[in-house]
Nanobody, 123 residues
Framework: QVQLVESGGGLVQAGGSLRLSCAAS????????MGWFRQAPGKEREFVAG????????YYADSMKGRFAISRDNAKNTVYLQMNSLKPEDTAVYYC????????????????WGQGTQVTVSS
């Protein structure tokens, strides 16, 4: 069992930056690939970025490449999402999730989810 708690969301102006954190409970964090997703009102949950178990491999949705960076610290049981050059269309609830099968953009391949953190980007 893995419990995930996101933090770091908030209100930021367009062009600004935020760093999201996702703290995991349990001793098996390092055996899970981790992903970040987001969901805006009225839209489906969207893959943002993923990272493999040791942090060497990452994968991004095309619209986030060059602006967002995912990383993890297995000693701290934490995964991060650095978001730069934020746009109003980045406004959403951001979720972290843990997957046993590796990096995947498919939500139903993830086993555990956090409760989400709101990110609002004003124009």
């Amino acid at each position: 069992q893995v419990q995930l708690v996101e933090s770091g969301g908030g209100l930021v102006q367009a062009g600004g930056s935020l760093r999201l954190s996702c703290a995991a409970s349990g001793r098996t964090f390092s055996s899970y690939a981790m992903g970040w997703f987001r969901q805006a009102p009225g839209k489906e949950r969207e893959f943002v970025a993923g990272i493999n178990t040791n942090g060497v491999s990452t994968y991004y949705a095309d619209s986030m490449k060059g602006r967002f960076a995912i990383s993890r610290d297995n000693a701290k049981n934490t995964v991060y999402l650095q978001m730069n050059s934020l746009k109003p269309e980045d406004t959403a609830v951001y979720y972290c999730a843990a997957s046993r099968v590796g990096i995947t953009p498919t939500p139903n391949r993830y086993d555990y989810w956090g409760q989400g953190t709101q990110v609002t980007v004003s124009s």
